[in-house]
């Protein structure tokens, strides 16, 4: 796991935690990445991403009318790119 994805999940880790102490709804944890978290993550700028999800050089979803995009399949498609 590289370090960006570590700090990433630590983050969201801590996120979790403060959520469940200041809420009584239990909440639901949601892997889905704005554009904007997607683009900071990879260190890409937002251009680059809509670029790239255009030409379906990305895994992205369609939350209503929204785009985002599934941190694990991010992570995945990240690793594909190492090799």
């Known amino acids: ?11 969201f880790e801590r996120m979790l935690q403060e959520q469940k102490q200041t809420s009584r709804r239990p909440f639901q944890p949601s892997w889905l990445m704005t554009p904007e978290q997607c683009a900071e993550f990879l260190g890409i700028k937002i251009n680059t991403l809509y ?24 992570v995945e498609w990240t690793k594909d790119k190492e090799k």
Do not use: C, N
């Not at 796991?1 to 983050?11: D, E, G, I, P």
């Open 1 to 11: 796991m590289t370090s960006a994805v570590a700090v990433w999940r630590l983050t």
């Open 51 to 74: 670029v790239m999800k255009s030409q379906g050089r990305i895994p992205y979803r369609k939350v209503g009318h929204l785009l985002r995009f599934d941190f694990d399949e991010i």
